[in-house]
């Protein structure tokens, strides 16, 4: 047997080098990660030479913290450690730690061909534990090169395939990787590759892949997998798809194709978010069961239709129908899917159910049962559906004479009462029957909560829960509270024991997550890693607030400008060993919307003047920006008084704001802008043109810090080009202006606009701009316009809350959210069926005078012929619903009626001319 080449060379190595000079280049080849290299090393030790070798790779990687992560050099070393665990620790536990680790992933793929090679040479007990081990790690633990790390060492050992989330999620991501076109990128060769399935296209790897048959299951069982499963470039199904490939195995028989059935029919009844069951439902599309396959199935296909997605709902609907067409639904089976359907509101469910309805009816023997069905259907909120399903049961009833108690009870509850006193005359009725009995009317007003902001909670005082709230800072989250919260805390900790605060913040300078801190983008959370700098003692603790690694200065916004200001004022104060420590910081909020009460202030000054210590001054400029000064100019003169007892320039300054007059509102300018057809290669359709809000400068009591007056800029118009493109970034803005909300709002109108596109996220930030108890603007009530006409609906939910909370306070103007509307619907920048939407939600939450006075500014100009340039306006029919339900009792709409007459004058059967006549009726009795 010929002696591998490494071993040779391994002994002439031997013989030429002491173990001192060995373990010196191991050093060295670690921090440069040079597994090649290293392998010849680690083959020339013994025992005890391995035990140092491993001692040396451990103190490498205490020694990363001194590393800048994003360096060449951190990522080879990173590369080393794992080639030094896999040759040298005796421990799988050990090994299998380091092979995982987060901090040692993303690894250059270069380096899995002789990695494997060196775990290779590993007992075999000892790779199949750590193939276990590693497998087992939760999903979010796994770099883009450890499935192939795992699969190798589970196929050479002979190992249980891994079932676990992590494994099967990774699993699948690599199947590309082995086919011929990914190999390109995959980088690994000689026995490692030929040790992995092989193949043209997916299918054949896939075909070639013995872990399938046991992975296939959790296909459909492992959450989040469904996007990636999904096809990569388009969405039809090919060879190199996963819908396509096990379709193609199916039809071989090389999987049984009725599993595949009954698997992707389980994971659509688990449910969960549209992705993550589109690839169940299109590999049923692919599939294209027969009906003998949708018959063994009824009994999943009716669980499917009350509360499954409406993708979902709409494949078992389909199926079912093919059912009913080839005489093998049952009647009881038709009943029960009507009673699922006809309870939901999506529009094309209840139009194919009754189009199931009416083709079944054609049946002489179906007329009971579709009777029966059309006892739900008429409890629809449609009202043109609703009729529609009412001249079905007419003609039915002429035909069988009777009709079942389920239809009778329906009908004396339809809530249109010219087609409840028909039915009553149909169904043989005395007139009076006809008289609605279901629950009484909704109110005319608003019913909502009285607004409250509750205080901010205090800041924490001892080390170990300051601690607690920085790491979580670091982490990027926490929001305005957390982070005001935990500067207040700081800087309380440092003027009590500078020492100890140190010592409690070392571990957190040490972490993994200050060493993070790059300092790219606009200010977020993560930023406090300047103020964990200065507690700790290190040299330029603020390097990051205004430069990027990579020493380009950062892209601040005017918000961020201000949040960098006063992070590196606190840092340059903890860090400065010779001044007097401040007792509290003055800008920390009394509520939880971010403002200041003038009692804190005057206290928090006293607090200063008692210690002898003065403010900074961009601590002081932005507690007066938060300041709420009172409307009663007694009460304000009074806390002046008491600032200006107190003494000192902060104290006169704070005396100064609270007498000076208020500034009036910045002048606002509603126009039109173009947008572009495209954005980037998304090739996402934007609306032509957009209504855009631009504000005149705002002035404050009294000139602030230069960092503040980009703030109060003026804004121009809208821009397509923000570098501030996520939600996250814009959690502390809200706090800083908290009595300006409308520059804030004008300032983000561009992602508030792209909410009826691709923008998703940024209607969190809508009940910020209305949480203080201070008028709110154009730009405020065109952001609510876009949020309760989004896309997606986490943002129209905070658009109501913000709409709810608006008029709970008293300070919306619902003339101006009407106009805005419609303005804003006649340039396709608002889709009417989204406001509805919303609006709808808005009345559900009590709200409903405030949505009936927005449409009754609304719909008389959505009902005219739009303007020159302008579009008809889509979801006319549900708002006019919408406005039939929260018309109040004596309505005073001339506008509005005026409008719907001219609608209703031109006649038709169309849902528009019935929903406009049933709101004439409402208005005018």
């Known amino acids: 047997m010929n002696t591998p080449a490494w071993e040779v060379a391994a002994r002439r190595w031997a013989l030429t080098h002491s173990p001192a000079e060995t373990l010196t280049h191991i050093r060295a080849a670690i921090s440069a990660g040079d597994i090649d290299r290293l392998s010849l090393l680690l083959a020339t030790l013994d025992r005890d030479g391995a035990k140092a070798a491993a001692d040396a790779a451990r103190e490498i990687r205490r020694g990363l913290s001194e590393f800048r992560p994003w360096d060449r050099a951190h990522g080879q070393a990173r590369t080393g450690l794992l080639a030094a665990a896999a040759g040298t620790f005796t421990s799988p536990a050990e090994a299998a730690r380091w092979l995982g680790a987060r901090e040692l992933q993303n690894w250059d793929r270069r380096a899995i061909t002789p990695l494997l090679a060196l775990l290779a040479r590993r007992d075999r007990d000892w790779r199949a534990d750590v193939a276990r081990r590693l497998a087992d790690r939760r999903p979010t633990a796994w770099g883009p090169g450890d499935a192939v790390v795992v699969e190798h060492l589970v196929r050479t050992t002979g190992a249980p395939v891994p079932t676990g989330d992590g494994f099967v999620t990774a699993w699948v991501g690599s199947r590309r990787m082995l086919t011929t076109r990914g190999e390109r990128g995959f980088r ?74 009954g698997l992707a029919t389980s994971r659509l009844l688990r449910g969960g978010r549209l992705a993550d069951i589109r690839f169940a439902l299109g590999l049923l599309e692919t599939l294209d069961p027969t009906v003998a396959e949708d018959a ?54 209840l139009k194919a159910q009754l189009q199931l309805l009416e083709r079944a009816a054609t049946r002489q023997d179906a007329a009971p049962t579709v009777l029966r069905s059309l006892a739900d259907a008429l409890t629809m909120d449609d009202a043109l559906l609703t009729a529609r399903a009412w001249r079905l049961a007419e003609r039915l009833l002429k035909r069988t004479g009777t009709a079942p108690d389920e239809l009778r009870d329906a009908a004396s509850q339809l809530p249109d009462p010219d087609l409840r006193l028909r039915a009553a005359r149909a169904l043989g009725l005395p007139d009076d029957a006809a008289e609605p009995t279901g629950p009484a009317a909704e109110p005319d007003t608003d019913v909502l909560p009285t ?52 010592a409690a913040v070392a571990p957190l300078a040490a972490g993994r997550a200050f060493a993070q801190w790059y300092g790219w983008g606009d200010i977020t959370e993560h930023d406090i890693a300047a103020v964990v700098a200065a507690a700790d003692d290190r040299a330029d603790p603020t390097s990051r607030l205004r430069h990027a690694v990579s020493d380009n200065a950062r892209p601040l916004s005017p918000y961020g400008a201000v949040l960098a200001a006063r992070l590196e004022e606190t840092a340059r104060h903890i860090a400065d060993p010779t001044g007097p420590r401040w007792p509290c910081l003055l800008a920390t909020p009394s509520g939880a919307d971010g403002t200041l009460t003038p009692a804190d202030l005057v206290e928090r000054l006293r607090e200063h003047r008692s210690h002898a210590t003065h403010p900074g001054p961009v601590d002081l400029d932005q507690a007066l920006l938060r300041l709420t000064v009172p409307d009663d100019p007694a009460e304000a003169e009074r806390w002046a008084d008491a600032a200006e007892t107190i003494g000192g320039d902060a104290a006169h300054a704070t005396a100064r704001w609270l007498r000076a007059a208020p500034p009036e509102p910045p002048a606002a300018t509603l126009t039109e802008r173009a947008t572009a057809p495209d954005r980037g290669d998304w090739h996402v359709r934007l609306a032509a043109r957009r209504v855009q809000v631009a504000l005149a400068p705002t002035t404050p009591r009294q000139p602030l810090d230069p960092c503040f007056a980009d703030v109060l800029a003026p804004v121009a118009s809208l821009s397509d080009n923000s570098a501030q493109s996520w939600p996250f970034t814009f959690r502390l803005w809200p706090w800083v202006a908290p009595h300006h909300a409308d520059v804030l709002a004008a300032r983000l109108q561009h992602h508030f606009a792209g909410l ?53 306070r008293g300070r919306l103007d619902t003339p101006l959210v009407g106009r805005t509307a419609a303005e804003s619907a006649y340039r396709g920048a608002v889709k009417g069926s989204r406001f509805a939407d919303g609006l709808t939600a808005a009345a559900d939450a009590g709200a409903r005078r405030t949505v009936w006075e927005t449409l009754a500014t609304a719909l008389p100009l959505l009902l005219a012929e739009p303007p020159a340039g302008g579009t008809r306006h889509s979801g006319l029919p549900e708002l006019l619903a919408l406005a039939t339900r929260c018309a109040p ?19 038709g059967s169309s849902r528009l001319a019935h929903e406009a006549r049933r709101l004439h009726t409402a208005l005018t009795g």
Not at 225 to 249: C, H, K, M, N, Y
Not at 328 to 333: H, I, V
Not at 454 to 469: G, H, I, K, N
Not at 776 to 805: K, S
């Open 889 to 907: 009792a004596a309505a005073d709409a001339k506008d509005l009626i005026r409008a719907v007459e001219e609608t209703t004058a031109r006649g």
């Open 296 to 349: 063994a199935r009824a009994g999943d296909l009716l669980r499917l239709l009350p509360d499954a997605p409406l993708a979902a709902a709409s494949h078992a609907q389909a199926a079912l129908a093919r059912l009913d067409a080839a005489g093998l639904l049952t009647p009881e089976q038709l009943v029960e899917a009507g009673e699922a359907v006809f309870f939901r509101t999506e529009k094309k469910l």
């Open 451 to 502: 607004p409250v902001t509750p205080p901010l909670p205090a800041p924490p005082d001892s080390l170990a829960e300051t601690v607690e709230e920085l790491a979580v800072l670091l982490t990027g989250r926490g929001g305005p509270a957390t982070l005001e919260r935990a500067l207040a805390a700081v800087v309380r900790l440092a003027h009590r024991d500078r020492a100890a605060l140190r």
């Open 188 to 261: 690994v060769t000689g026995d490692a590759r030929d040790a992995l399935p092989k193949g043209e296209n997916l299918t054949e790897v896939l075909r070639a892949d013995p872990f399938l048959p046991v992975l296939l299951p959790r296909l459909f069982e492992v959450d989040q997998l469904g996007g990636d499963l999904r096809p990569q470039w388009d969405s039809r199904p090919s060879e190199d798809s996963w819908t396509g490939a096990l379709t193609a195995l199916a039809a071989d028989g090389t999987l049984d194709r009725r599993v595949l059935l």
């Open 756 to 808: 009826a596109d691709d923008e998703r996220g940024f209607g969190a930030v809508l009940p910020d701009l209305v949480a203080v108890d201070a008028p709110v603007g154009p730009a405020v009530h065109l952001a609510l316009v876009h949020g309760l006409a989004a896309r997606h609906e986490e943002d129209r939910t905070a658009a109501v809350d913000a709409l709810v909370a608006a008029a709970a």
